[in-house]
């Protein structure tokens, strides 16, 4: 009775819409992400960096886009992430496409061999939160403003700084705040705070731990919801400051 | 009182086809009322398995338009009415005849799991919020949908290798509960093959009881196995301090 043949299904749905509109939209996003990181400019505005460039790093020995040399944390963490695993093995892999269709693949191994790195995503995750601290820096950095205001070409005149606030900053915290929720929902901090213990009345730290992990689990609920937001702001965030950078749009300076 | 179209899978594993019929049905009915109604008025024959018609035993599992289903669970009205309604057995079990599936390959594997095993000194008192993870996994009733829809059985058809979202839930409970002394994770990696599963949620989306499966039960086994098996700060920390 069974056919599982690509997009076999007795489904009556329009169930083909999740995995072709993800695909649509992940691929949007590399072809961004690649383009972004492999220009090498238009990163900066005034005190606002791109998210897609920090923190950054430029070394005198290196020739390319400064993006390259951290972009491998952001991507490597998503990447591994349970969330997008499951998102692009059904849009990319279709493994598969949908629930209770047939997908393209024969042979399956599942995360057992060549996929065994998944494994591997909580070293993303140590690194995306320390990554969480320099976009903290940067959130800091895009509150100060040169007394002297901003040079044509997009620099900080020199001199003296002071507090202010930009519609760029609006946009940095936000995309801050989005990249925590995103980050603090994670399944492996999840597990890391309590989700490894099974008694969490034994002892009072296991209780200080199980009032973290319930916070942590509140947020993984929406992890999926964190994930897509943070993706899609990262992405106007960054083109926000390089539109800005190349003149075409002007920030607005709050106060 | 309307009329609906049915086309119900008859047959066996062996050999079969799907049979059209049209019925009487009224405001209200369920899918296992229509397949009672069925077989009162036109197909005596017409074999499905069922028993508390309230979403609590677990029997009638199917797949209806294609979606497993529990046939008592899903109301007439919530399909579309104006097409055909497909109804068909358990995809990933060998068919015994027309709805009713052979379903003994899951308890095989229930037995080869170390069952609850409290520790000798263990004090049997505990708070709620240790049990409250395990009391969402106590939820479930067994009727097997997240085994049908899980593509590893479905399509890849890893039986003899890999155990099934319905034995993680199971052994998720048994590992996270806090007087077990039980140690499952070699197994869960090995015979149970929890690598096999990739994360695609269709067993957390079908649970009638809701049961966050992915979430709850498989990705935290997951993240266990990877402390035990692949992380070497872990494996490194377990050696220095002698912990197991």
Known sequence: MSNNSLGATARRDLWWLEPAGTFAVLVLFIAYAAWVGLSGTHYEWGPYLSPFYSPLFKPTWWPFSPAILVLIVPLGFRTTCYFYRRVYYRAFFMDPPACAVGEARKHYEGETKLLVFQNFHRFFVYLAVVFLVFFVIDDIHAMMWPINGILPNGQMAPGPKTFGIGLGTIIMVLDLIFLSFYTFGCHFLRHLVGGSLDCFSCSKTKETRHGIWKIISKLNEHHMAWGWISLGWVTFTDLYIRLCSMGIIHDVRIF | ?244
């Open chain 2, 1 to 244: 009182m309307r009329s609906i179209r049915l086309k119900i899978f008859r047959g066996t594993s062996n050999s079969g086809e799907f049979k059209e019929y049209t019925l009487e049905v009224e405001e209200g009915m369920v899918v296992l009322d229509a397949i009672h109604r069925l077989q009162a008025t036109q197909s005596p024959d017409l074999a499905c398995r069922w028993n508390c018609k309230a979403g609590k035993c677990g029997s009638c599992s199917a797949e209806i338009n294609g979606k497993p289903r529990l046939m008592c669970m899903t109301r007439l009205n919530d399909l579309p009415v104006n097409k055909t309604i497909t109804i068909a057995p358990l995809q990933t079990f060998p068919i015994m005849k027309d709805l009713a599936t052979d379903v003994s390959w899951n308890y095989q594997v229930n037995k080869k799991i170390t069952p609850f095993t409290p520790k000798s000194n263990a004090e049997w008192h505990w708070e709620q919020k240790d049990i409250d993870r395990i009391q969402e996994f106590r939820k479930c009733i067994e009727c097997f949908l997240c085994q049908d829809v899980c593509h590893v059985l479905r399509v890849h058809q890893k039986h003899s290798v890999y155990a099934g979202p319905r034995f993680f839930v199971r052994m998720a409970a048994l590992e996270m509960h806090p007087i077990d002394s039980a140690d499952r994770l070699p197994f869960l990696k090995t015979d149970a093959g929890l690598g096999y599963c990739n994360i695609t949620k269709c067993c957390t989306q079908v649970c009638p009881e809701s049961i966050a499966i992915t979430d709850n039960a498989i990705i935290p086994l997951k993240e266990r196995v990877v402390d035990r098996f692949y992380d070497p700060i872990f494996i490194l920390f377990r050696k220095l301090f002698k912990k197991k």
